[in-house]
């Protein structure tokens, strides 16, 4: 926002250390944005060659030596995090692996649903204000460029919703600032339309907002694991979470035990002698016949079940017509470490008893051969 903010007031020293700082630090696709942002400068000429090489030579060295220095401090270890994200995401693509979206994705889902009615109205900006086609264009072209990477998540170009507000925005303003000149019955009906679409937006940001709460179910796992184990926080316990809860809101925060080892390492076979090695396992299942949960069931008993969302469904003789449906997508499981031990203590016991009872016979069958013994010495002596 403040690399945007910069770009629109023509503070372009501000403009290129707050790119740097936002791609080399937070997030490296904003390479793309940014980077299509100081070419329309530079093509304008509303910026030198020379100085935008300068000062991005300089920002991008000290932002990068900062990140490189205090990142492999935390890492213990030679790093710069946003490049291995880069790295991994646009050389390897192996982002993929957390799932596929189609090439417009972006474009009929993500924004639809970021900017809500909003949307209506984008175009009538664009149309109204030359500024606003502008601040569009490096938009959809960093959307359209992005869109190229198959996996896709909203939060990848989040930062173009105030951008695309920034149109309605607009329109909007236009429409209040001419409320009353002339009056009429468009002026009142637009009016309307700017209001009513407000006033839809937060509906449309509740409904989202309630639909996202059951979007966390490992989060939600964690807390009811800390719940029904909050008698022995002090315990010797070990949990592993599972790729799908890590994902889903499981975070250092939730981690509220400093007796408990916490584990979130990946690749591990499911009911394989590490994983056994767990009093605890945080498992990502919608049903307990799953292949994954098999290995776990004579070994470790439910201690509870978690539900995520599934989907929105319609039903108009209902009110409100929309519900969110949910469905079992995490397991929370415990060893059965409990139970075996108190039956190896009982076997122990029961054989410890019968030993005892064996060495007694033995002792009496000795007795009895020495007093046998002690008789017939006697009886040969007379």
């Not at 970021?114 to 109204?128: E, N, R, T, W």
């Not at 992005?146 to 939060?155: A, D, F, M, T």
């Not at 307990?288 to 599934?310: A, C, I």
Request: overall charge positive.
């Amino acid at each position: 926002m403040v690399a945007l903010s910069s770009w629109i007031r023509g503070k372009h020293t501000l403009l290129i250390w707050s790119s740097a700082i936002a791609v080399l630090i937070f997030r490296s696709e904003l390479v793309i944005y940014l980077g299509i942002i100081i070419l329309m400068e530079l093509f304008y000429k509303r910026l030198k060659l020379f100085r935008g090489l300068k000062l991005g030579f300089l920002a991008a060295v000290t932002v990068l030596t900062t990140s490189i220095v205090i990142d492999s401090i935390f890492w213990d270890r030679l790093v710069w995090p946003e490049g291995e994200v880069l790295w991994f995401n646009t050389v390897l693509n192996k982002s993929s692996e957390w799932g596929t979206k189609p090439f417009l994705w972006y474009f009929y889902s993500a924004i639809p649903r970021g900017v809500a009615l909003s949307l209506l109205f984008i175009p009538f900006g664009v149309l109204y204000d030359i500024r606003v086609t502008r601040l569009l264009i490096p938009t959809l072209m960093f959307v359209l460029i992005y869109s190229i990477l198959p996996h896709k998540e909203l939060r990848f170009i989040i930062y173009i919703i105030p951008v695309l507000n920034v149109s309605t925005a607009s329109i909007c303003n236009k429409v209040w600032q001419t409320r009353f000149k002339p009056k009429g019955f468009k002026n009142v009906l637009a009016l309307l339309f700017c209001t009513g679409h407000i006033i839809g937006n937060l509906v449309f940001t509740i409904f989202l907002m309630s639909a996202s709460i059951k979007n966390y179910p490992g989060g939600h796992a964690m807390t009811l694991l800390h719940t029904f184990e909050n008698n022995h926080l002090d315990a010797n316990y070990s949990i592993h979470i599972d790729n799908y809860a890590a994902q889903t809101g499981v975070t250092r925060f939730t981690q509220l035990s400093d007796h408990w080892t916490y584990s979130k390492k990946e690749n591990l076979k499911p009911g394989c002698e590490e994983l056994m090695s767990f009093t605890h396992l945080i498992v990502g299942s919608s049903s307990r016949d799953n292949e994954e949960m098999l290995h776990y069931k004579n070994t470790h008993s439910v201690m509870s079940t978690v539900q995520g969302f599934s989907h929105v469904s319609f039903n108009y003789n209902t009110f409100p017509p929309l519900k969110i449906k949910t469905k079992t997508q995490i397991f929370l499981l415990k060893k059965n470490n409990i139970k075996s031990g108190v039956k190896q203590n009982i076997k122990k016991i029961v054989e410890e008893f019968k030993n005892e009872q064996h060495s007694e016979k033995k002792n009496d069958l000795n007795l009895d051969l020495i007093d046998k013994t002690t008789k017939r010495n006697k009886h040969k002596q007379k």
